[in-house]
T-cell receptor, first 116, second 114 residues
């Protein structure tokens, strides 16, 4: 079974530039998550999709971050304009149903972003 | 609010030593509890989980027991190997939420030396 795919693996940009990350979840998984992991901290949920609808984006800085999951499969996370504090690893994960019953979330390798 | 607290690292051990990583949580209701591991250069992967009080999760020689009375989920392994060097994250999902959002601790780095 193929895992969660993410690209690019690394990205370096100047502040105020824009950047986009792509994620392809495990086939058949209804739920897709984007997490932000700042160095030395645990991952923090940015947004959660159920199929192609958003069910939680309470911690997404909506003035600069946006995300979409067209057709309920692949997803793109965008930052525009980037700030220095956005330097982090962006993790994509997926799960079968998204229900809060101890279901396993499967993570991709992450995209490491450095904003200069 | 809901939170997970785990012991700070790095934890440095010799091969074959006993490992314990403490994890305590604060949550409304009874969450599901998880340990995820991040090996160098790799993504997060589930190590083990427990979904109700007194459940014991186990995998690859690691164990953790869901203790409701002490709100803890400590990770243990009896004899570590160099290949166990990684960052370990304790996490919870609130079963009272509509959707399963993982809330992580800060992570504990474990370094095992030969």
């Amino acid at each position: 079974e193929a895992g969660v795919a993410q690209s690019p693996r690394y990205k370096i940009i100047e502040k105020r530039q824009s950047v986009a990350f792509w994620c392809n979840p495990i086939s058949g998984h209804a739920t897709l998550y984007w997490y932000q992991q700042i160095l030395g901290q645990g991952p923090k949920l940015l947004i959660q999709f159920q199929n192609n609808g958003v069910v939680d984006d309470s911690q997404l800085p909506k003035d600069r971050f946006s995300a979409e999951r067209l057709k309920g499969v692949d997803s793109t996370l965008k930052i525009q304009p980037a700030k220095l504090e956005d330097s982090a690893v962006y993790l994509c994960a997926s799960s079968q149903t998204g229900l809060p019953k101890g279901e396993t979330q499967y993570f991709g390798p992450g995209t490491r972003l450095l904003v200069l | 609010g809901n939170s997970v607290t785990q012991m700070e690292g790095p934890v440095t051990l010799s091969e074959e030593a006993f490992l314990t990583i403490n994890c305590t949580y604060t949550a409304t209701g009874y969450p599901s509890l998880f340990w995820y591991v991040q090996y160098p250069g790799e993504g997060l992967q589930l190590l083990l989980k427990a979904t109700k009080a007194d459940d014991k999760g186990s995998n690859k020689g690691f164990e953790a027991t869901y203790r409701k009375e002490t709100t803890s989920f400590h990770l243990e392994k009896g004899s570590v190997q160099v290949s166990d060097s990684a960052v370990y994250f304790c996490a919870l999902i609130l079963t009272t939420d509509s959707w399963g959002k993982l809330q992580f601790g800060a992570g504990t780095q474990v370094v095992v030396t030969p």
